[in-house]
Structure formats: structure tokens, C-alpha cells
């Protein structure tokens, strides 16, 4: 649905904490919960726990909201990776910001849902607060 405003912070604590509750659980491709995850049907879910309705597919994602500087994220955002910064059509990955340069994310597989530093995947190609 439409929003004229990105989600409060209060609803990104709710994204970030239900992240957080996530972790040690294993990634699988495709998948959204509740036993396995894949990077963004982790973000969708824990999106979804604060109210809020994104895509699965990180392309769509890194459209559904606004777009904020990496030195100005709140908790809950969604962190960014390309293979190739200069084009977001090469977006492959996604993380739910924690604070602190943190996020959790689901890796790839073999790697369980984890904490990494934002900059553990590559420099970000940007953030989205949904």
C-alpha cells in the first residue's frame, strides 16, 4: 500500500528486533520464514511484524521506500549490496540495519541467519528506509 512518509522509527526497532529474534536460523533460497530464510524474505517478514507490506525480490525492495545516506540510518533499515555500485539493477543481497554498523542478514547458503558489519558484503550501494 501507499505511504506518503517512511515508517517510524518505532516500527523500525519492531523490524530490527524481529530480525535479531531470526538469528542462527539456516538460509534457504527462496524461502520467508518461519524455519529458514533467505536475505530478503527476511527483510519482508520483519517488515511485515512492524506493519508494513514490501516485495520478496530485493530489486522490488530497494524501490518500496526512501532512500537514505548510510551515515543517517535508523534501526530496521534495509541495507544494500551490488555487484556493480553504479547500477541497481545488479542488487543481489540485503540486510535490516541494527545501529552501530550492524545488520542482520541471511548471508547464502551454508550460513546461517547472522550479525555482520555493513561493510562485511562490500561497500553498500545504498539504503531504504520502507
Not at 19 to 27: H, I, V
Not at 35 to 42: H, I, N
Request: glycine fraction near 14%.
Amino acid at each position: 500500500s501507499y505511504r506518503g512518509s517512511a515508517a517510524s522509527s518505532s516500527q523500525g526497532d519492531i523490524a530490527a528486533d524481529f530480525a535479531l529474534s531470526q538469528m542462527g536460523k539456516p538460509y534457504q533460497w527462496g524461502a520467508a520464514g518461519p524455519s529458514t530464510y533467505d536475505c530478503s524474505g527476511l527483510a519482508m517478514v520483519a517488515w511485515a511484524h512492524a506493519g508494513v507490506s514490501i516485495l520478496h525480490y530485493t530489486g522490488d525492495q530497494w524501490n518500496e521506500g526512501t532512500h537514505v545516506p548510510l551515515n543517517d540510518m535508523q534501526r530496521g533499515d534495509l541495507v544494500f549490496y551490488a555487484t556493480n555500485n553504479s547500477d541497481p539493477a545488479t542488487i543481489h543481497h540485503v540486510g535490516i540495519y541494527i545501529g552501530g554498523g550492524q545488520m542482520v542478514d541471511a548471508p547464502y547458503t551454508g550460513v546461517d541467519v547472522r550479525i555482520d558489519s555493513i561493510y562485511q558484503p562490500g561497500e553498500p550501494i545504498g539504503a531504504v528506509r520502507p
